[in-house]
């Protein structure tokens, strides 16, 4: 039983390692409600986390209240002054005090289980649920809050959840930051004393944050320690606040939106938030990524099980100008080197030559293909070939019979001007006609070409994010769009099971559990320079499992960086995800493709591993010294192997593998030589690509069999 009742408003939430415990504290003076967490750490027996509930509370002073951050959901109202993770104003009443109006479980099946606790407002018709759902196969905690209004109440901060951090002598926080290009740069720091913010206020999850953070005491390592993690499954704008108290204490609030929106709901409304997930592992940062992983796969992503195939993708070989006959000689060669997907990128359609025109005009370009695209495509399926196409369905050009046709339906503001970037603006999925019209010619492009895959990119960040068909629409198109793209992407799968979507937004600008519910793969960064890779997939790899990303190896000198790199480097890097490739194939040497045809069919033997197994970041500073990454699933293990600089100083000497069974035998698959577990993880092995002295960007594979 995940949800175990303690007393009549105290109850501890187990996971298989963990507990939870949270009540409902009730003022006798006042009778105002404040749930409160208080435990959170490894399992305690049921006894155990009823003495919880009676440890003594924080000691409040004249000018602060320590405990407000131990609350599931601090209001703005009453005796707080931090971050409130609900505001509400009832007219001019800005401040909510709540009471206890019950609380209710639920079984839901599979072995999950959910607590609601129900609160209501002293005064005003207006309620709160507080939900949470445990399970029995994962550590991690699922919360939401729903509101619903009796009134016409203003909604201005509904975060999904406020997660308290038990005391600490110290706080260190980690994190990504990024940028077009350069996103998910893993940052580990002191977590300073007030709050710190981490936002996205572009109306997609952004390059330059990623909705999650994980808190330990300063002295988890990879491998060991506590660490406490908190993510948010949503793909809009979004906030999360940590709060150190100069008293002690931490704690972590998230949800959808940013500061200075406001949600007006009617009576007999209702909002309700995404989900807003906590983790809590003794096994260092590595044991949390393998139990947000795990989750992943277990809980979010709807075709889990799945190998992703061997994908190439034709725009760095053609850019706009996609014509026929180019497409099918790529094809030709992509299949003779294993590839199994092919995927026609931008170019296709409308009068689409550059970046300036037609998106919206989702039909065949109609000088390159007046005949249409089927009869290309059943030539590429006559190779053996899966087919996908890009698209951007939130995309809008001026320049385009769509906007000619609908200028109302792009995101706009009565009398402001509309900013382009990149040649377009941004169409509003919050608009019924607009999703209609999207799910239309979506589900007709994909049965009348009979396609198996579609990679939905997303271009640009909000501007002049507005609805003026509706009063309150400046506000709710924030939450609402992100909603309309994920109904037409539930949608179109439901219609089309067989399709898998890959999500894109210029880059890594649209990656969360929210979007990973609805597609199968993302892409991380346009960067795709190996060396720069590296740190791109280290970040990544702290929440997001190996099979969700899309790895391309490109050509050298690197399209965005001009570095050149060994095409074995390159590969070797893009095996630690999905493989792709997206180099022009028609330049590409007689001894590159033999070479390429022995990497992709080296990967296909090792893929289920990589893409489903424990994954574990062993020592080094990726892109930047030795380094090098595990992947462990039933009897096989995989080691991919780097050194960027062969004549570096820094950077361990010796690969020790972890997570092994010591007592077992393994033998290596290229010599036939056998290991004891506890050899390769007590005293490791020397990879030749290790060496001190050498060329620049040396790679290997190392593939063990347990015996």
């Given at each position: 039983m995940p949800v175990i009742p303690l007393d009549d408003h105290h109850w501890a939430l187990t996971t298989p390692a963990s507990t939870y415990v949270m009540g409902v504290d009730i003022d006798p003076d006042t009778g105002e409600a404040a749930p409160r967490q208080t435990y959170w750490g490894p399992r305690l027996t049921a006894e155990a986390a009823r003495q919880v509930t009676g440890l003594p509370r924080r000691h409040v002073s004249s000018f602060s209240t320590p405990a407000e951050i131990e609350e599931l959901l601090p209001v703005d109202g009453g005796k707080r002054w931090g971050s409130p993770s609900l505001q509400v104003a009832f007219g001019d009443t800005r401040s909510v005090e709540l009471r206890l109006a019950g609380a209710e479980r639920h079984e839901e099946g599979g072995g999950a289980e959910r607590l609601d606790v129900l609160l209501a407002d002293a005064h005003h018709p207006f309620e709160v649920v507080l939900s949470l759902r445990v399970r029995d196969d994962t550590d991690v905690i699922e919360r939401?809050?729903?509101?619903?209004?009796?009134?016409?109440?203003?909604?201005?901060?509904?975060?999904?959840?406020?997660?308290?951090?038990?005391?600490?002598?110290?706080?260190?926080?980690?994190?990504?930051?990024?940028?077009?290009?350069?996103?998910?740069?893993?940052?580990?720091?002191?977590?300073?004393?007030?709050?710190?913010?981490?936002?996205?206020?572009?109306?997609?999850?952004?390059?330059?944050?990623?909705?999650?953070?994980?808190?330990?005491?300063?002295?988890?390592?990879?491998?060991?320690?506590?660490?406490?993690?908190?993510?948010?499954?949503?793909?809009?704008?979004?906030?999360?606040?940590?709060?150190?108290?100069?008293?002690?204490?931490?704690?972590?609030?998230?949800?959808?939106?940013?500061?200075?929106?406001?949600?007006?709901?009617?009576?007999?409304?209702?909002?309700?938030?995404?989900?807003?997930?906590?983790?809590?592992?003794?096994?260092?940062?590595?044991?949390?990524?393998?139990?947000?992983?795990?989750?992943?796969?277990?809980?979010?992503?709807?075709?889990?099980?799945?190998?992703?195939?061997?994908?190439?993708?034709?725009?760095?070989?053609?850019?706009?100008?996609?014509?026929?006959?180019?497409?099918?000689?790529?094809?030709?060669?992509?299949?003779?080197?294993?590839?199994?997907?092919?995927?026609?990128?931008?170019?296709?359609?409308?009068?689409?030559?550059?970046?300036?025109?037609?998106?919206?005009?989702?039909?065949?370009?109609?000088?390159?293909?007046?005949?249409?695209?089927?009869?290309?495509?059943?030539?590429?399926?006559?190779?053996?070939?899966?087919?996908?196409?890009?698209?951007?369905?939130?995309?809008?050009?001026?320049?385009?019979?769509?906007?000619?046709?609908?200028?109302?339906?792009?995101?706009?503001?009565?009398?402001?001007?509309?900013?382009?970037?990149?040649?377009?603006?941004?169409?509003?999925?919050?608009?019924?006609?607009?999703?209609?019209?999207?799910?239309?010619?979506?589900?007709?492009?994909?049965?009348?070409?009979?396609?198996?895959?579609?990679?939905?990119?997303?271009?640009?960040?909000?501007?002049?994010?507005?609805?003026?068909?509706?009063?309150?629409?400046?506000?709710?198109?924030?939450?609402?769009?992100?909603?309309?793209?994920?109904?037409?992407?539930?949608?179109?799968?439901?219609?089309?099971?067989?399709?898998?979507?890959?999500?894109?937004?210029?880059?890594?600008?649209?990656?969360?559990?929210?979007?990973?519910?609805?597609?199968?793969?993302?892409?991380?960064?346009?960067?795709?320079?190996a060396r720069d890779r590296q740190t791109v997939q280290h970040g990544f790899s702290q929440l997001y499992p190996a099979g969700t990303m899309s790895a391309w190896v490109t050509d050298s000198p690197n399209p965005t960086t001009r570095r050149e790199m060994p095409l074995r480097y390159r590969f070797h890097v893009a095996m630690a995800g999905v493989l792709g490739i997206g180099g022009n194939l028609s330049e590409w040497s007689d001894g590159e493709l033999e070479t390429a045809a022995e990497l992709i069919a080296q990967y296909k033997r090792v893929r289920r591993t990589v893409q489903h197994g424990a994954q574990y970041r062993l020592a080094g500073t990726p892109g930047q010294e030795r380094s090098a990454v595990q992947y462990v699933l039933d009897d096989q293990v995989v080691v991919l192997v780097y050194n960027p600089l062969g004549n570096a100083k820094r950077g361990p000497r010796t690969l020790r593998l972890t997570g092994l069974d010591p007592e077992a035998l393994y033998e290596l698959e290229a010599d036939g030589s056998r290991w004891h577990g506890g050899t390769l993880m007590g005293a490791g092995i020397r990879p030749a690509a290790w060496e001190p002295i050498g060329a620049d960007h040396r790679s290997e594979l190392v593939v063990l069999r347990k015996l």
């Open positions: 939401w809050t729903t509101v619903r209004a009796g009134t016409e109440v203003a909604v201005t901060r509904l975060d999904s959840g406020n997660w308290f951090v038990p005391d600490a002598p110290a706080y260190r926080y980690s994190g990504v930051f990024g940028a077009w290009a350069e996103e998910s740069q893993l940052q580990r720091g002191p977590l300073p004393v007030g709050e710190l913010v981490f936002t996205s206020r572009q109306g997609i999850t952004s390059h330059v944050a990623n909705p999650w953070v994980m808190i330990d005491a300063g002295a988890a390592t990879e491998e060991h320690g506590e660490v406490w993690g908190v993510t948010l499954a949503w793909s809009g704008s979004w906030r999360l606040t940590t709060t150190q108290r100069p008293e002690g204490g931490a704690c972590v609030s998230g949800g959808f939106g940013h500061d200075g929106l406001r949600w007006t709901l009617t009576p007999g409304e209702e909002l309700v938030t995404p989900s807003a997930l906590g983790l809590y592992s003794t096994g260092g940062f590595g044991g949390a990524s393998r139990a947000w992983h795990a989750y992943a796969r277990g809980h979010v992503l709807p075709t889990p099980a799945e190998e992703r195939p061997v994908l190439y993708n034709s725009w760095e070989a053609t850019a706009f100008a996609v014509t026929e006959a180019q497409q099918l000689a790529l094809a030709k060669t992509a299949a003779s080197i294993g590839v199994e997907l092919f995927v026609i990128d931008d170019g296709w359609f409308g009068r689409r030559d550059d970046d300036t025109t037609s998106l919206g005009d989702w039909f065949p370009h109609r000088e390159r293909f007046p005949d249409g695209l089927r009869g290309m495509l059943d030539g590429i399926r006559d190779l053996g070939l899966r087919v996908g196409l890009w698209v951007e369905p939130e995309g809008l050009s001026k320049e385009s019979e769509l906007y000619r046709a609908h200028p109302d339906w792009a995101l706009h503001m009565e009398h402001r001007r509309r900013d382009e970037k990149r040649g377009q603006l941004v169409l509003n999925f919050a608009r019924d006609d607009v999703r209609a019209w999207a799910l239309g010619w979506l589900d007709g492009l994909v049965t009348e070409l009979r396609l198996d895959y579609l990679k939905w990119d997303m271009n640009r960040p909000f501007t002049q994010a507005g609805w003026p068909e509706r009063s309150d629409g400046q506000d709710r198109v924030w939450i609402e769009h992100t909603r309309g793209v994920y109904q037409v992407m539930a949608a179109l799968r439901e219609r089309h099971p067989g399709l898998r979507i890959e999500s894109c937004a210029g880059g890594g600008g649209r990656i969360d559990l929210g979007i990973l519910r609805h597609t199968d793969e993302v892409w991380p960064s346009d960067n795709t320079d």
